[in-house]
C-alpha cells in the first residue's frame, strides 16, 4: 500500500538534507513551541546520537534519520517501555512494505537476517511543564560498504534484504502510522498488551546471551519480556528480571543449556 506523509495527522513536518541530529532539532523546536505531534526527517545527520552516548553513522542519503515529537500525559510513566513499543512499530511498518525475516533484540535494536537493521533512541523533556517524548528511529536504507565493514558486518540495510531501494517518505510514513496506532494503545493499557507480540518477534528468546548492566556482564538464558518490558533473564541464581541495559550477543557458551 502506498502511503503518503501527507496522509498523517501531523502538525507539521520538517525536511532537512543536514542536521546534526534529527533528535536534537525535534528537541530545539519542542522548546521553541511548536505543536506536537511533529516529524522531523533529514537526509544526512552529522552527529546522530545512538543509545548510551554512541554515535549513530548517518552518511547522506544511506539511511531513514526519523524524530517524531509527541507531548505525552502524566499517566505514560513507563518511557522504556515506550521504546520497545516502538521497535514492535518498526517492525510492523517494515513487514508491511515486504521486509521479512525481522527479529526484535531486547531492548529495542530491530534485526533483519539476524543484523541490526534499526536503531531507536527515546528523549523525553519538559517545556512549559508540558511533558514530551522525541521518538529518534534510525533505519539502514543503503550503507555504504565501508561502514559495513567498519562495524564488521554486523550490521544490514534494506537493499540487501529486499533487493530493492525503497523511498525513504514512505517508509516514514509507514513508521509513523503503526506509532500514532501503538502510542494510543500503549496510553490506553500499559505494556502487557504488547509482551506477546514483543515474544513473538524476539530473535534471541532461548538462547544464551549476555545483558551489560552499568559496566557489568550478566550472563543467562533469555526467556523474553515480561508485561512491563523488563528482561527475564535466566541465570544461575533463578530468574531475574533486568530494566537497563541491553543484550549482547554471547561470546561463550554460558553452561545453562
Ligand atoms: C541506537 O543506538 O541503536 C539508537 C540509534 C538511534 C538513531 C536515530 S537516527 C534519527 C534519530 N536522531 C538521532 O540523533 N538519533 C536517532
Not at 103 to 120: A, C, F, H, Q, Y
Amino acid at each position: 500500500m502506498s502511503l503518503s506523509l501527507k496522509q498523517l495527522p501531523l502538525a507539521c513536518v520538517a525536511f532537512h538534507e543536514t542536521i546534526d541530529s534529527t533528535n536534537a532539532e525535534a528537541l530545539r523546536m519542542l522548546k521553541k513551541g511548536q505543536s506536537s505531534p511533529f516529524l522531523v526527517l533529514a537526509q544526512e545527520q552529522l552527529a546522530g546520537k545512538g543509545r548510551r552516548g554512541r554515535r549513530w553513522e548517518s552518511p547522506l542519503g544511506a539511511g531513514l534519520y526519523y524524530s517524531l515529537a509527541l507531548e505525552l500525559s502524566e499517566d505514560v510513566r513507563n518511557i522504556a517501555a515506550l521504546s520497545l513499543v516502538t521497535a514492535l512499530s518498526v517492525c510492523d511498518a517494515l513487514d508491511r512494505i515486504g521486509v521479512r525475516d525481522l527479529g526484535l533484540k531486547w531492548p529495542n535494536d530491530v534485526l533483519g537476517n539476524e543484523r541490526k537493521l534499526s536503531g531507536i533512541l527515546l528523549e523525553s523533556a519538559m517545556f512549559k511543564r508540558q511533558r514530551f517524548v522525541v521518538i529518534g528511529v534510525g533505519v539502514n536504507l543503503k550503507l555504504p560498504e565501508t561502514v559495513k565493514l567498519s562495524l564488521g558486518h554486523t550490521i544490514t540495510d534494506i537493499i540487501s534484504l529486499l533487493g530493492v531501494e525503497i523511498e525513504a517518505h514512505e517508509l516514514a510514513a509507514h513508521i509513523t502510522l503503526e506509532l500514532l496506532a501503538s502510542i494510543e494503545r500503549f496510553k490506553k493499557s500499559t505494556f502487557s498488551e504488547f509482551a506477546a507480540d514483543w515474544n513473538k518477534r524476539d530473535a534471541y528468546i532461548g538462547q544464551a546471551v549476555q545483558v551489560e548492566l552499568n559496566g557489568l556482564i550478566c550472563q543467562g538464558k533469555a526467556q523474553g519480556v515480561n508485561e512491563r518490558g523488563e528482561l527475564m533473564l535466566l541465570t544461575r541464581k533463578g530468574l531475574e528480571t533486568i530494566s537497563v541495559g541491553e543484550i549482547m550477543p554471547s561470546v561463550r557458551p554460558v553452561g545453562l543449556n
